[in-house]
């Protein structure tokens, strides 16, 4: 028995050559590189907003508009390439955090680190808190997946090849990448679990997905979108616990140094994958082949 679709996909260009892929192939590897960009997102988002104090709103927009520049970018890509496709990730990411903390948060001293008295440049935040934020995200994310079953599109990555599904899968990406930022929020400040009892919890959650892909009830793709919203709390709550100072349980590595590592991390990863990639694009027998 291969492995479960939920971890490893077939290449949707091995079985219609005329189509030219977008999206990756669901591997173990892709979802290292997930929790990398949305551990990188938490922190990098962290680092615009709070450390260099321009504020939830003004971060979220630049942030947004960094969103929609990579994105045009990987729409108007031919095909599948690692650096266009994990930088979208990793700006969806980022834009999430600031979204969410605008969302959820506001200028109570809860959410104000020893010294400060506001939170950055610009409104502090609408203040609607987790659990009223949580909710609106969902009801956003159900429009979209509503929205994207009207249009007839399909739901499996390996299988979206029109413009249509690519704006489709993207604006599911960004709604639950913010949704996650909200749950590993919860968990981080909220839920007394803190941010390694957090991030513990969302492996576990993790780990039961992973067995539920052997269970022929549950569809692969149901089990996609759940991991997909479920790495993001996992990336916040290990980007809060790398960062955080030590009295509120984290490591107080702070948010640039922490932000420089997991940079250089997720560029190694995704040269590692553009490799990958250009490697199964060669012709059967590299350049000679070419010659004979």
């Known amino acids: 028995m291969g492995q479960p679709e939920f971890l490893t996909t077939v290449d949707a260009t091995r079985e219609r050559p005329h189509v030219m892929k977008k999206l990756p192939e669901v591997t173990l590897a892709f979802w290292i590189m997930k929790i990398a960009a949305t551990t990188l997102g938490e922190t990098a988002g ?8 321009l504020g939830y709103f003004l971060t979220t927009i630049a942030l947004f508009l960094v969103f929609v520049v990579t994105l045009v970018v990987q729409l108007r890509s031919k095909r599948y390439n690692p650096f266009f496709y994990w930088t979208v990730i990793l700006s969806t990411s980022m834009a999430g955090t600031t979204m969410s903390d605008f969302m959820n948060r506001d200028a ?8 400060t008295t506001s939170l950055g440049r610009g409104p502090q935040g609408l203040g609607l808190g987790y659990p009223a934020g949580a909710a609106i995200l969902v009801s956003l994310l159900i429009a979209v997946f509503i929205a ?63 067995v539920l892909t052997r269970v022929p009830a549950v569809p692969d793709v149901a089990l996609f979108w759940i991991a997909f919203v479920l790495t993001r709390p996992l990336g916040a709550t290990a980007g809060d ?16 140094g922490s932000s420089a590592v997991l940079l250089v991390t997720l ?10 990639e250009r490697r199964r694009a060669a012709p059967p027998g590299g350049h000679h082949a070419q010659l004979s």
């Open 46 to 53: 962290d680092l615009f907003s709070q450390t260099l104090r």
């Open 108 to 115: 109570g001293a809860e959410y104000l680190t020893a010294g």
């Open 148 to 210: 994207w079953k009207l249009t007839g599109q399909t739901f499996a990555i390996r299988d979206i090849v029109t413009f249509r599904g690519e704006v489709l899968f993207w604006s599911a990406i960004l709604v639950s990448n913010t949704l996650g930022t909200s749950m590993g929020d919860f968990l981080s400040d909220s839920s007394g679990l803190g941010y390694a009892g957090g991030a513990l919890l969302v492996t576990a959650l993790l780990a039961v997905l992973a």
């Open 241 to 256: 616990f790398l960062t955080k100072p030590t009295a509120k349980g984290g490591l107080d590595l702070g948010t640039p």
């Open 267 to 276: 560029l190694g990863l995704m040269a590692h994958a553009h490799l990958r």
